[in-house]
T-cell receptor, first 108, second 115 residues
């Protein structure tokens, strides 16, 4: 199974960077690492994905360890609207394993 | 453009009744997924449709659950003889194709409560 491990919850002050870690020690060579987030009472939304190299987009950055067994989602300046559950996901066949994610609280 | 829509938004039913949940994917998206999310939990994969291929039903929890998809359009998830443990949010997602890099676009979900 392509499983991931994340902390249950994290807190950040508004306007500060947030580093959300994820362990995926069973990752295979062709697995992409996906991150989604779920705001309260909404369906998940795409954040970012990567394979080996670090990735940047308008929402976040993804730092991938050299051995690919862990990754970190980086929100450069947390805002109150970033409060959500963040899921680190691997795909195995047709299935995406979402796990329970990290609940991020942003403190004003 | 229009996103993924699901209906009904909320459904309350009595134990033992059948329910049908509907998903309208984004037009042109060939892949469609159903997930279940129990309160405070992550998403559980249920079933996956890709074009005209046979669906991947490996996540369906019991034979009371079934799903159909008409071509590359609407999908329905049916739960027969509902049980209280079926209470959850049922989420549908679609993607343009089936590659590993494809983004899934989620609907708002159907909140099912079985009394």
């Amino acid at each position: 199974d392509a499983k991931t491990t994340q902390p249950n919850s994290m807190e950040s002050n508004e306007e500060e960077p947030v580093h959300l870690p994820c362990n995926h020690s069973t990752i295979s060579g062709t697995d992409y690492i996906h991150w989604y987030r779920q705001l309260p009472s909404q369906g998940p939304e795409y954040v970012i994905h990567g394979l080996t190299s670090n990735v940047n987009n308008r929402m976040a950055s993804l730092a991938i360890a050299e051995d690919r067994k862990s990754s970190t989602l980086i929100l450069h300046r947390a805002t109150l609207r970033d409060a959500a559950v963040y899921y680190c996901i691997l795909r195995s066949g047709n299935q995406f394993y979402f796990g329970t994610g990290t609940s991020l609280t942003v403190i004003p | 453009g229009a996103g993924v829509s699901q209906s009904p938004s909320n459904k309350v039913t009595e134990k033992g009744k059948d329910v049908e949940l509907r998903c309208d994917p984004i037009s042109g998206h060939t892949a469609l997924y159903w997930y279940r999310q129990r309160l405070g939990q992550g998403l559980e994969f249920l079933i996956y449709f890709q074009g005209n291929s046979a669906p991947d039903k490996s996540g369906l929890p019991s034979d009371r659950f079934s799903a159909e998809r008409t071509g590359e359009s609407v999908s329905t998830l049916t739960i027969q003889r509902t049980q209280q443990e079926d209470s959850a949010v049922y989420l549908c997602a679609s993607s343009l194709g089936a590659r590993d890099t494809e983004t899934q676009y989620f609907g708002p979900g159907t909140r099912l409560l079985v009394l």
